[in-house]
Every structure is written in C-alpha cells, then in structure tokens.
C-alpha cells in the first residue's frame, strides 16, 4: 500500500512523495542496483534496545547473501565493541567489524591536518580503546595541561559542569586551538517517553557565538552525520574489507531515519537514500521538506 502526501518543493510547487509500507520486500527487489547498504542504528535497526520488526531477517539476510553493509553511529562516546554490546541487548548481531562511528572520522582528520603525536584536551569520555589515541594523539583531560593542547575535542557529554567555563577561557587565551565535534547532533530521544538528551554540539555552537562577542572566530568541525567524514571514511572501510571499488556513490545507499543527518548527508555525498519512519521523523515532517533533507523514498517500516 503506497499513500501519498504533499510535499512542498524548493520553489513552492507541491509534489507528491510516496509512502512505501515496507522496506524489505522492496530492497529484495532492487538490491542489484547497489554495491553497498549504510544503515542507521537508532530508529532504524533498534528502538530503546529493542530490535525493530523484520531488522534480524534483514541482516542475516546481508550475511548470508556475502552483500557489503555498514551501520553508520553517530555515537562518538562508546567504541566499537561497547557499541556492538550495546546493540546486542535488543537482541541483534551487529560486530564491531561493521560498525563506523562519527569518531571514527577523526583518524582522516588528524592525518589531512597533520596533527600526528600532538596533545589534544578530551572534554568527556571518548570510548575504550579511546578514539583520539587510536587516531594517533596523546590525550589529556588533566585542566592544568590546557596550554599544552593543541585542540579540544567534545565527545557527547562534558564531564564536568565547569567546563563551559574552562574552554571559554581556554580559548580565549589560545584562539588558534581546534575545536573538534565528533556527534553534530544537537539531541536524541532519552529513555523515557517524550524525554530528549543534549548533545555537545549545542554548547560547541554556544561556545562559537558567545566567543564571537568577545572577538574569537572559532569553528567547530563535525565529524558525523551529516558531515562527509564520517560517509568518507565508511566507504573507504568498505573499499578495503570487501576488496572492492565504489567508483559510482550514487550506488549506495542509506537507510536512515533522520531527515537531518542521514538524508542529508546521503545526499551531499551523492548518494541514494530512504527514509524509514520508525525514529525521530514522522510523517507529518514530510510536508516541509525540501531540498538535501527531502528523502528520495519513504518506508513505514523494514518489515
């Protein structure tokens, strides 16, 4: 059953998108046109650790058929193997082998910025084994080395509440440091009902204006979703585990439940993508959507 709705285009004149039931039965059939199948984790494969209706049979399917897939976080606070634990509560079997995280994208960073060896300031836990270690830079969290760091990095929470205070200050006396964000999500659904959690994004854009006033031009860089790092980087994974080359992007595609990062980020990197309405978006969003968070096709659900 398809139903359609009106959906304003970038100069005003209505469109129709349809709405697709399930996406499984549908991807049976259109496989052949991809390389490779990104997915989302929350919202899209696992809703509060519980795995979402027909996700099990779609990923033995993948393993079974030998079929390339990534599951694309934008969790930049727990690492591979926490994250595949924690997955594991729902009940799925996602290995850490399949996993890229926002995180992950610092590794291409630090190597296009040069930044190998150098000390950087961790505003927060950064998973164990932690990320910016395995990216190749020696971490501190100790306050009194700050002067030493040539960056700070903000995982998804700050651990101490004066922290605001000390990389305010912090740049204010060293303006030319990096500022660096692994997760740009600005919040994520909690675990009760209606209840939503702050990300750090929010404060590092906080932390950018506020900085401004006092004559400090900081800009944050993103590591996630929307962002291309983390896409570059899943891709180049992908390239190396498989044994193969992804020359057309337009060939793989992304599944997500996110009109904000991954529909975007899917189509600034020129890739496909779909839109499961099994998360944060709901059908009534789609009638505002426009431009690069206008998804290709929308599914109610995998199965």
Known sequence: MIARIEVSAQYGMAMKM?????????????????????LDVDGTLVQKHTALPGVEEM????????????????????????????????????????????????????????????????????????????????MTDDTARISECRGFIL???????????????????????????????????????????????????????????????VSPHFLGKPHHGIFDYAIKVAEEHYGMTLGDRYRILMLGDSVHSDIPGAVRGGMDNALLLTGITHEDQLTDLKGDNRPRRVFRRIA
């Not at 509560?89 to 994208?105: E, F, I, M, Y």
């Open 18 to 38: 349809n709405i697709q039931d399930q996406f499984l039965p549908w991807w049976e059939e259109h496989e052949q046109n991809y390389d490779l199948l990104l």
């Open 59 to 138: 990923l033995k399917g993948l393993e079974s058929r030998g079929f390339p897939w990534y599951v694309l976080t934008n969790d930049g606070h727990r690492s591979h193997d926490e994250k595949s634990a924690s997955i594991a509560k729902s009940g799925l079997n996602v290995p850490p082998s399949h996993l890229v995280s926002c995180a992950d994208a610092l590794l291409d960073f630090v190597r296009n910025e040069e930044l190998e060896g150098q000390m950087f300031f961790r505003a927060g836990y950064f998973g164990s084994p932690d990320y910016g270690e395995s990216a190749g830079l020696k």
């Open 155 to 217: 995982p998804e929470s700050l651990d101490r509440a004066t922290m605001p205070d000390i990389l305010f200050n912090a740049f204010l006396d060293n303006p030319d440091r990096y500022l660096i964000v692994p997760n740009p999500d600005s919040y994520w659904p909690g675990f009760q009902p209606g209840e939503f959690v702050l990300g750090s994004a929010p404060f590092a854009r906080m932390l950018q204006k506020v900085l401004a006033e006092k004559g400090v031009r």
